[in-house]
Each structure stands twice: as C-alpha cells, then as structure tokens.
C-alpha cells in the first residue's frame, strides 16, 4: 500500500536516527556526514522553514494550474463548474502520486501542497454536490474526510494526513449521535469518552507490536490526540457549553443552564489531570506529561468560569508561589537521581539547548557584546629614543 521504494524509505529513517546520534553526541559530525551521504534516500525536507516554503510554493503552481484550466475549461463549459472541481481534485491526486513514485519526493513540502490542495478541492466538491440537503451536506463531507485522510496516510505517511484523519473520525462519530439519535446529545460526551479511550488502547497496543517505522509517528500522533480528547468530552466546562450551543434556547439566554451529572464531570475535569500525570510519570510518557500540565491548566480555568474564590490578581499570585514551590522541591528532590524520575538532562533533547538560553539571557539583560578583536595597524611604530612617534636617535 505505500507507495515509496521501501529501501529508500527505510534509508530515510535511518537517516533520521543517526542525526538524532549526531545531536546527542553519540557520534561525531564527519561519522553522521559519512554514513548520510553513502545512502540513497527518497528527497525529503528536515528544515521547518525550508519545508514551508515550498508547501507556499506548492500551492502557488497547483492553484496556477487550476486556474489556467478554469480560464480556458469554463469559457467552453460555463455550466460545468463541479465538473471541474472533482478534475483539480483529481489533478492535485495524481501530481502526488507521479512526485511520490517517480520524483521520490517524501514530506519535501511540494508534495505535501498538492495532496492537501486535493483533499480541500474534493471536499469543497462533495459539499456542493449534496448542498441542497443540509444534514447530508455535513456528514458526507465529514465522512469523505475521514475516508480519503486515512487512505492517502496509509499509502503517503504524510502526518497533516494522519491529523486529519482523526478529525474526520471524531467529526463523524458526534455529528451521527447528535444528529440521528433522540437522546444524542445527552449521551454524546458519554459516546465521545468510550470512542477515545477505547482508540487509545487500539493504538497503543498497535505501537507496542509495531515491527516497522512506517507508521510510528501516526499511532503517536492518534494517541495523543485521544488524550486530548477523552479529557475534553468529560470537562465539565466543555459538557456545559456544548450542551447548551446546541440547544434551542442558544439565542436567548446569556447564561448556559446547569447540566445533569455535573458533580460527575466536576470529578472528572479534576481527576483526570492527576491521572495523566501520575501514568506519565510511571511510565515516562513525555506526551502525556506535557497533556496533564495543559489539563490542569484548563481545569484550573474551568473552575474560575463558574465558581470566582478570590479576586485574579490574588489567584495568580497563589498559583505562581504554589507552582513555583512544586518546582524547586521537585528539582532538589530529583537533580541527582541516576534512574527513575531525574532531573538530568536528556542527552537526545540536545544537550546544548540550555546552555546557549543560558547565555542568550545573560547577553539581553545586560547588553553584553562579543569580544572583537581590534585589527593591527599596516604601520607600525617603534625604536623612538627621544621624541616618539617613531623617530630615533639615529639619522
């Protein structure tokens, strides 16, 4: 189902880890040079920037190219517009397909535009084929999505792919419940906590017996985003406001009514933070930490939106001193631990990074400037016995 040579592909991310080497001080620069250049590998782009310009590229000559066939298509065809647009989607298709098995492009950001331009294209197209049925309009373009997402990840591995593939899913899923049951949107955060949690697992277990990379990042990416989103369909905030955008009354309160089982979704939107990262924590899940930390902090909002304790300004001066007392004693209690919890540095998170802060802070608070050393003058003096300035004693 890829599409890629599988020898390059595998070239690739053998590239990637002996970099990774490189960074961490594993190897040297002229070993990582040495193996890089004596393998051939598909042409992919590490750089962010570089990568992002030429998606903006990407998406200049696709765009080009749809609009020299719209100029000269529709003035033959004026009637036929949807016509053309399933074609741009079938052009942005089969341009990825020829970059990816002839051009041997993988994530170098041209390709990248074409095959999100055409999933964009072929949504846009299905949307105006059913525009005429409002609930049906919806749920095809979501589940086109979703649909047309997941094979082209499967066969590109791009991760933008992978994203919205999980997107769809989710859209899907609640748009049904809500849409087509009578008692949707009581059960939908219900629905939305077992589809979650349950896809967690699934991908979790599939990471674990994963025999090849292919699809490593994409299974993180799935697990992450089913973090987020269990946590998301049992806040208490999100239930309540939700609830009540899709209710009739909308348009006529201003304030969002008080939902069923709320003191279970209080629970919820306070244990599951500690949960995260607890498990994190045992099981050294930097994702799930950095989840937790972005949990609490909305829990934190959550609670502020409906119960005001004490005036901001006191709020944040607690948080800050209360966050700041966890930080040290942690750091002391962990700064030599050789194994387990430890606050040594991670050597594949580039061990240079703190260092060159360090110093970048140090040079902007006090205007510090690097040393310069002043160039010797052509002309050079010397040897003045009475007067100076070069003169001597001697005529």
Not at 77 to 95: E, K
Not at 98 to 117: N, T, V
Not at 220 to 236: R, T
Not at 258 to 282: G, H, M, N, R
């Amino acid at each position: 189902m890829i599409v890629y040579d599988k020898t390059l592909l595998d070239n690739v991310y053998i590239d990637e880890e002996a970099h990774r080497l490189k960074e961490s001080g594993f190897i040297s620069t002229e070993q990582y040079k040495t193996l890089s250049y004596q393998l051939p590998k598909l042409k992919t782009q590490n750089n962010i920037f570089i990568r992002i310009g030429f998606f903006i590229l990407g998406c200049l000559l696709y765009s080009s190219i749809c609009g020299m066939l719209s100029l000269f298509g529709l003035a033959i065809m004026a009637d036929s517009y949807l016509f053309f647009i399933y074609v741009f989607a079938i052009i942005g298709f089969g341009t990825k397909e020829f970059m990816s098995r002839e051009m041997k492009y993988f994530g170098f950001g041209l390709d990248d535009a074409f095959i999100l331009g055409a999933i964009a294209t072929l949504l846009t197209a299905v949307g105006l084929t059913f525009e005429q049925n409002y609930n049906t309009n919806y749920l095809a373009v979501i589940i086109v999505m979703a649909v047309v997402s997941s094979v082209t990840y499967i066969r590109y591995l791009n991760l933008s792919l992978a994203l919205l593939a999980c997107l769809g899913i989710t859209g899907s899923l609640a748009y049904t419940t809500f849409e087509y049951f009578t008692i949707g949107k009581t059960i939908l955060p219900f629905v939305m906590l077992l589809f979650s949690g349950g896809s967690y697992f699934i991908s979790k277990n599939k990471l674990q017996n994963l025999t090849a990379p292919y699809y490593a990042n994409g299974l993180k990416l799935a697990k992450a985003f089913c973090l987020i989103l269990f946590y998301l369909a049992g806040n208490y905030y999100v239930v309540r406001e939700l609830n009540f955008a899709l209710s009739e009354n909308y348009y006529y309160n201003d304030v969002s009514p008080e939902i069923p089982f709320a003191i279970l979704f209080w629970a919820f939107t306070i244990s599951v933070p500690a949960l995260y990262l607890f498990f994190a924590l045992k099981n050294k899940d930097r994702v799930m930490l950095w989840i937790g930390f972005l949990a609490i902090c909305f829990t934190f909002f959550t609670i502020r939106m409906y119960h005001h304790v004490l005036p901001p300004e006191v709020a944040l001066t607690i948080g800050g001193l209360a966050v700041f007392a966890f930080t040290y004693f942690s750091i002391k209690k962990t700064k030599y631990n050789e194994t387990g919890i430890t606050f040594k540095e991670d050597r594949f998170a580039n061990p240079n990074a703190f260092a060159n802060l360090q110093t970048l802070v140090v040079a902007s608070q006090f205007g510090l400037k690097p040393e310069t050393k002043v160039e010797d003058s052509p002309m050079e003096f010397g040897g003045g016995g009475f007067s100076g300035g070069g003169s001597s004693e001697e005529f």
